[in-house]
Structures are given as C-alpha cells and as structure tokens.
C-alpha cells in the first residue's frame, strides 16, 4: 500500500538469507543461460511509464526489469553510478551533470543519450502526478544537453544527495522516441521501452506481465534468463500457497504467518528485510474530524500497538515509534508517541464531540476508513475497530489499489492503513513531510502542514555533517508524534521467498565492481537471477 514507493522512497535493506539451507550460502554453483521464471507479486501498477504512473513496490519492481537506473545503492548505502558513468556536481550543489555510458540502445533500436536524459526529465517535471514530486526541486527548464552523452540538471535548491533520487523512478530512463509517443497515446504506458535486462513482450492488466530477455544488453552476459512473468495475486495466503504448488517460484510477501512458516522450510531459500518501511494508519488532517488534533490524539490512545503486533505479527514484528527502524542511523530512540491510554481516549473524544457534535455519534468520532480489500486488512481493520469502538464510529470502504491510491493523493479519504518511508538517505523521504508537496493532488498524503518541520526538512537537506542532520531527524521525528498524521503500529516486515533452484538474488554488481544492493521494501534486484539444475 505505500503508494508511489516510487518516486522518491529509495530502499532499504537487509541481506541476509533464511530458510533451506545454510542461511549464509545463498548462491550455489556458476551463473547458467536459460529458464523461465514465474513471481507472484502482490498488487498491480494502472501503468508502467516511469514519467507518468505511480510505481508502488510491484510496479517499481517489474519497472526494474525493463529499465536500467542512473545509479543504485550499494551495500553500504552509498548513490553510485550505474546506467550513468558519472555524476558531478557543482560547488553549491544546485547543478549534477550527468555523463551517460557509451554504445547502449534502447529496445526500440533508439540510442542512449542525453537527449533521453531530457526527454525523461522534461516529462516527468510536466507530468500531473509525477510532477508533483520533483517540480519543487527541478528548474525550468530542468536540463541542459552539454553532448551527446552528458546533460547538466538544474536544481532549484542545494541538493548534495541528488545521486540517491536517481536510484528509483526518477532514474529511469525511457526510450525519447516512445516517451514521445506516449505523450500521444496513453496506451503505450502499458508498452515500456527502456534499456534494461529485459524487455517488455506481453501485459494483461491487473493478471500478468511477461519481460524477455534484451540480447543487446549493455552488460555483457546478462541477463540469465530467457524471461520473468509477473503475475498479479493480491492475497498474500494464496501467493504463498502458488509458491508451494510450484506456480510460481519467488514472491515477496509482508505476512508474518507465511514469514514464519518460511523460516523452518528447508525447501525453500528466504530473505528477510526489516530496516525499511513502517506500516501505520494514517489521517487526513486536513478535513475534518482529524483536521482537529484531539481526535487524531483519541485515536492513537486508543490503538494498543502492543496487541496489535502480538495479534497480527505473530510476535515477530516491533512496534514503530517514528519513521526509522532500530539501529538505523537516523534512529535516536523517540519515545514520544502517545501511550495506549482508553480513558484518555474517551475524555478527548467527548471532548471533541461536544464541540463537532456534528461529526460524532454520540462520543463516538464518525469517520470512513479505507482499504484495499485482502484478507490480511480486513483482519487489521477488525482488530483496530474493536479497540476504537468505545470513542469511534468506524465505516469501512474497500477500493482497489488504483482507486485507492488517487483517492489518497487526492485527500479523499479520512483514514487508510499504510506502508512509506524507509528510504537508506532519509532525504528522499522528505517529500511525503515538506507542506510544498501539499496541493490539489499531494504527495505529503496526510497535507500535515508544519512550518517548524519544513525548516528542518529544509536544513537536513544541505547539511553534509551527518551529527547535525541525526538531530534534525530527532526533532521531525518526535514533532510527527505530536501532529499525529501518522499512527505507527509497526516495523515492516518483508519476506523475499524463492525455490532453491532460484540464484543470483546478491549477485548484481556495478560495472565498476562492487555489488548492489539486493533488497528494500519488498523489491529485488532481478537483473542477475538465473536457474540452476
């Protein structure tokens, strides 16, 4: 549900391997040509345009096959070339230049260069949805064609971590021939063209996505294999369930039964990530009742988070204080979120009530929750309305992904169960913080406008002292626990799951050496996976 995970939520990690076999040996034998790959993923993306859908973690991650990024993290966080062979900053950081490898061709027999630089930034930046995230950062003009493979980006502030933005959909680059194109003809955002391992040959919207392997592509000897199909199944059981019959052979999934269950199968390999996003309710506190404080304070009172995680995580997820898991850099131990207190719930929510008697029954705070409908919210939904029951009147409202992540950006909702946030340089998480990124369509989903937090975003974001910006960090951190737009329940827990004979999940490197980081959020890296036996 982290709605456009896209555009600015570069990943987190964690490498370590679980399940059948020795969890520390995680590729076994050389790298073998061949094979077909089925993976289960858990929602669809209504396009796969970088410069004009919303990607989400599957989207974002059958984006990832067909288009090559500008640069990756690599293990140890660090924004590094990739697609790009260069970056340089200027002195005040306010303009990279971008220098392109040489000799790649996009799958429609296109050339790489920096006019695709140009033609994916320009459309992005005019783009209805896209555009709101990197309006406020981008210039206008945003690029300036230095030659044929470098092109200078013009910010409209210091950005000294421009290269980590460039990790995820603002670092596709599109064919500028069917960028073009698809300007003209909507349809062809479901036809991506990139330069990446694989390209697209079929997509049956909201079943299945069908890639091939590029045999131009730019890095010698890959792909592995000959192609990936990405098939749509929404219910996390039933994606487990296809695993185990053999109908697909990985997915990824954030249900703590199957997590658990994965760990004592020998039969499978598992990859668990915990250092990225939080899942929390989130609240439209710009429409009434949660544009009122006291009841968004009445409602994290309410909320045993203890409970839930028992309950809902079998135990084997934390409760989240803030936007930063344990033993991240960033994480200074907030502590500030309200306790689990019933009575002072109820004292605020009849307190509000006696004001907005209108936007009550009774004591009770009237409000629509949305969701999207799985049998894993619907159990989330249950148990959160039972602990609200005493001081709200709940409604629930089932929406489809699509519907409802325009709902949500447009504001209308009033509360939605959530995933965001975990980006590796918190900086890329700004834009879902910065009052800036509040309009008709918003990319700060809860429109929490504080002016104290945008000046903090804003001197995170050009500090280089890392000591200095942990403590901005501290201090956006345990304000959002104050504002309330946000009420955190847990650490995220990802489970990457494959058949043994799957490889090659750590196996990605740069062109220069080092490797890629493998995981964040529910993605991986599919451009080295092969098939052995």
Wanted: with cysteine.
């Amino acid at each position: 549900m982290l709605l456009l995970a896209l555009v600015l939520a570069a990943c987190s990690s964690d490498d370590g391997g679980s399940g059948g076999g020795d969890p520390t040996t995680t590729t076994v034998g050389e790298p073998s040509q061949g094979g077909d790959l089925v993976i289960g993923i858990e929602a669809e993306s209504d396009g796969l345009n970088p410069t004009t859908n919303a990607f989400a973690v599957s989207g974002s991650l059958v984006a990832n096959a067909v288009f090559d990024t500008m640069t990756k993290f690599d293990e140890d966080g660090e924004a590094k070339p990739y697609l790009a062979e260069s970056l340089s900053p200027n002195d005040d950081y306010t303009e990279w230049t971008i220098t392109l490898r040489p000799g790649i061709t996009f799958h429609d027999g296109t050339p790489l260069t920096s006019e695709a630089i140009k033609a994916t930034i320009d459309a992005q930046r005019a783009s209805p949805l896209v555009g709101i995230a990197v309006r406020p950062v981008l210039a206008d003009p945003p690029v300036e064609i230095v030659d044929e493979l470098s092109a200078t980006v013009k910010l409209t502030r210091s950005l000294p971590y421009f290269p980590s933005y460039l990790t995820t959909q603002l670092g596709m680059v599109g064919s500028p021939t069917w960028i073009a194109a698809a300007l003209e003809d909507p349809a062809l955002n479901q036809r991506p063209v990139g330069v990446g391992p694989y390209m697209l040959e079929s997509r049956n919207l909201n079943t299945r996505t069908k890639v091939v392997r590029n045999p131009d592509y730019w890095r010698e000897g890959l792909p592995y294999l000959d192609s990936i199909t990405f098939v749509v199944a929404t219910d996390a059981q039933a994606r487990s369930q296809n695993l185990k019959a053999g109908d697909f052979e990985v997915i990824h999934t954030t249900r703590d039964e199957d997590v658990l269950e994965f760990r004592d199968d020998a039969g499978v390999t598992l990859f668990e990530d915990n250092e990225g996003e939080e899942t929390f309710v989130m609240l439209n506190v710009s429409e009434p009742p949660f544009d009122d404080v006291r009841a968004r304070r009445a409602l994290a009172h309410a909320t045993d988070r203890e409970s839930i995680v028992e309950l809902l995580g079998s135990g084997i997820v934390e409760v989240a204080n803030g936007m930063f898991f344990p033993g991240s850099t960033y994480d200074t131990g907030v502590d500030n979120f309200p306790e689990h207190d019933p009575e002072e719930a109820k004292r605020l929510a009849a307190e509000y009530c006696a004001d907005v008697p209108a936007g009550c029954d009774g004591d009770r705070i009237s409000f629509e929750y949305k969701t999207t409908p799985s049998p894993e919210n619907d159990e989330v939904y249950q148990t959160l309305a039972e602990m609200w029951r005493e001081v709200a009147s709940v409604s629930r409202l089932p929406v489809e992904q699509a519907q409802f992540i325009q709902d949500v950006a447009l504001g209308g909702y009033n509360a939605v169960l959530w995933r965001q946030f975990g980006a590796v340089n918190p900086d890329s998480d700004m834009l879902w913080l910065d009052s800036e990124s509040i309009g008709v369509i918003s990319l700060n989903f809860a429109r929490n406008s504080d002016p104290d937090i945008d000046e903090w975003l804003d001197q995170q974001r050009v500090s280089l002292d890392l000591e200095e910006r942990i403590a901005l960090w501290d201090r956006i951190s345990r304000r959002l626990n104050e504002d309330l737009p946000y009420l955190w329940l847990n650490h995220t827990l990802w489970g990457i799951v494959a058949h043994p004979a799957v490889q090659g999940f750590e196996l990605l490197t740069f062109p220069e050496g080092g490797t890629v980081r493998p995981f964040g959020n529910g993605r991986f890296e599919a451009g080295a996976l092969w098939l052995s036996g």
